[in-house]
């Protein structure tokens, strides 16, 4: 083996160690299949980090039966494509990796070679819907070349607008765009209603008038607390008022149809 490759594992195993001096337990180093001492401390790394990892509570982290569990998940948002669209400020840390570097890159661009296989399968099943919530256990690569088994919650869409990305805008680029007060779960019945809804769903060319969209607006919002029902519905009343003047020559709701 070249002194090169060596240097290389090396490297892995300082970013490991500055990564447990840290507090960060979820990551492991990939083997090798080398049979040295480097491989050696490569499965005591691997294996003192997961003894750790399960030997007390992290914030969150649930214990279950004796095993640590993440329930702060990974969440990522993919086009049609399959390219990441949009993240949580979570996914930045455990990847380690800057927000720009992860938006626009295909999925499957983080994933090791065995959980490549397993989101390709997943991936075909998605394809078949326009709009598809899931959760998987799947292992990143993180930067430094470590590995982060995860949960991940991945949603997908095609053709529903940017309604979804709303939500998980970053502060600064929200306040420029009007405000849209549903919550995430409601925009997700407004995609689902949009098929389905036996009044006021698409029609069979896949248009929808603004009358029909205020109303799974409306319908959406039907299971929101009493504190925040009316403002939601004054809400999507405004939001359907401004679709109709942005298809009309306006622009202030331009980003929600581009």
């Known amino acids: 083996m070249s002194d090169q490759i060596k240097n290389e594992r090396m490297q892995r195993i300082n970013q490991m160690l500055l990564e447990m001096a840290g507090g960060n337990f979820f990551y492991r ?19 003192l980090a997961e003894e750790i990892q399960e030997s007390f ?6 214990n279950s039966k004796g095993t640590t569990k ?25 990847l380690s990796t800057l927000y720009n570097d992860i938006i626009e890159k295909p999925f499957d661009s983080f994933l ?20 598809c919530d899931t959760s998987l256990e799947l292992t990143f690569k993180a930067k430094g070349q470590l590995l982060v088994p995860n949960s991940c919650y991945i949603t997908t869409f095609k053709g529903i607008g940017k309604a979804k990305l709303y ?7 929200k306040a420029k765009i009007p405000e849209l007060s549903l919550i995430d779960s409601q925009i997700s019945t407004i995609a ?25 607006f ?17 809400n999507a009343f405004s939001f359907s008022k401004g679709l109709a003047e942005t298809i009309n020559g306006g622009n202030s709701y331009e980003w929600f149809l581009n």
């Open 57 to 62: 509570l992290h914030q969150g982290y649930v």
């Open 192 to 216: 689902k209603d949009y098929y389905a809804d036996a009044n006021f769903c698409r029609n069979t060319d896949g248009t929808i008038n603004l009358w029909n969209v205020y109303n799974l």
């Open 70 to 94: 993440p329930i702060v998940q990974m969440f990522f948002m993919l086009n049609a494509n399959g390219i990441i669209q949009m993240i949580n400020q979570k996914t930045c840390t455990i």
């Open 29 to 47: 180093l990939e083997r090798s299949g080398e049979n040295d001492n480097i491989e050696a401390l490569v499965v005591i790394l691997n294996m």
């Open 112 to 131: 090791t070679k065995a959980s490549k296989t397993k989101w390709k399968n997943t991936w075909k099943a998605l394809q078949q819907k326009d709009f």
């Open 167 to 173: 939500n998980f805008l970053p502060k600064d680029e």
């Open 218 to 234: 409306t319908g959406a919002n039907k299971g929101s607390y009493i504190d925040s029902f009316l403002s939601r519905n004054v």
